[in-house]
């Protein structure tokens, strides 16, 4: 944990105090691929996502900033293996099996058949496959994922323990999706065979190591004091994106200043960012200071291992 994490709004409020506030602000929660297991995903602990539609009713979500997110976990980028081939939903005779013929549906794109594995629960949110299939647009992709734990008490009711991995991404629809999530899966068991019960998922992304943010940082900033093209990397960025030009346009002094990677607060005016991405961003943005003839903040986000700019605040 870095020594910036603590006291990082005005009145020296933890950001995981005044994110934990964030509860407070209503906004929408975010499908996950696979049901909940987003929530804007970049929820630091978990999400109570549920593979549900655009009708979602309007959620209050706990937002946390874990230690793992800001000190970087271990599994934000591990190997998982091959996803298993051959599992029918026929084949569900235990909970893992059904899991894994799931998820390995999902991780090959064969949604028709991960749809076969839903239960009785989930199929009254998706009563055929085409509306499954279809809303599949505004979920976060599974690439794999690797079973760590299975807990079957015999009630019919079952929790399965995954490192999952998503195609990383930062969107206004999902939010930040970690390339890496740590899920609990519900199953349940419905006339002698295994389902997945999507209402009732959660996940835990996995952040890289914020040491990251401040290379891309300055990377950023020196590319744009030179002048050069980075339209390709400004085009989602929120805020005040005029301020990117002015670091071009404006006389600068001979070393503009990064100063150190810190969480976002309140202090730093983020109402652009809470309308793009929700209350989770307080979860995973990271800002860095500006000492430029027009000071600015840069909001830095991790996609997959690499730290990207998201958004341009005015600095006071």
């Not at 959620?59 to 934000?76: N, W």
């Not at 068991?189 to 959660?202: D, F, H, I, K, Q």
């Amino acid at each position: 944990m870095t020594t910036n994490d603590h006291a990082d709004t005005a009145d020296g409020t933890p950001p995981d105090e005044v994110a934990e506030r964030r509860v407070t602000r209503p906004w929408r929660t975010v499908v996950l691929v696979i049901a909940a297991l987003v929530v804007g995903l970049g929820v630091g602990l978990s999400l109570a996502g549920v593979f549900g539609g655009d009708d979602d009713p309007v959620a209050s979500t706990p937002v946390t900033t874990s230690a793992s997110s800001r000190d970087g976990d271990p599994e934000a980028a591990a190997e998982l293996p091959p996803p298993d081939t051959g599992i029918t939903a026929a084949d569900a005779a235990d909970p893992e099996q059904a899991l894994r013929g799931f998820l390995a549906a999902e991780a090959s794109g064969d949604w028709e058949a991960s749809y076969e594995f839903l239960s009785s629960g989930s199929l009254t949110a998706y009563p055929s496959a085409a509306l499954w299939v279809n809303a599949h647009a505004d979920f976060p992709r599974i690439t794999g994922y690797r079973v760590d734990d299975v807990a079957d008490d015999g009630t019919g009711t079952a929790r399965v323990e995954t490192l999952t991995g998503f195609d990383p991404v930062i969107d206004p629809v999902i939010g930040l999706v970690a390339a890496r999530g740590r899920s609990t899966w519900t199953l349940v068991e419905e006339e002698g065979l295994w389902r997945v019960e999507t209402t009732a998922t959660e996940n835990r992304p996995l952040y890289p190591s914020q040491e990251g943010a401040s290379d891309a940082a300055r990377q950023w900033v020196d590319a744009r004091v030179a002048c050069q093209d980075t339209s390709a990397l400004e085009a989602r960025i929120v805020g005040a994106p005029v301020l990117a030009s002015q670091l071009c346009e404006e006389d600068q002094p001979a070393t503009v200043e990064v100063g150190d990677v810190r969480s976002l607060a309140d202090a730093d005016g983020t109402t652009a960012l809470l309308s793009e991405y929700g209350p989770d961003v307080y979860a995973w943005a990271r800002v860095a200071p500006v000492q430029s003839t027009t000071p600015l903040l840069l909001v830095l986000g991790p996609v997959g291992e690499e730290w990207q700019v998201v958004g341009i605040l005015p600095r006071a």
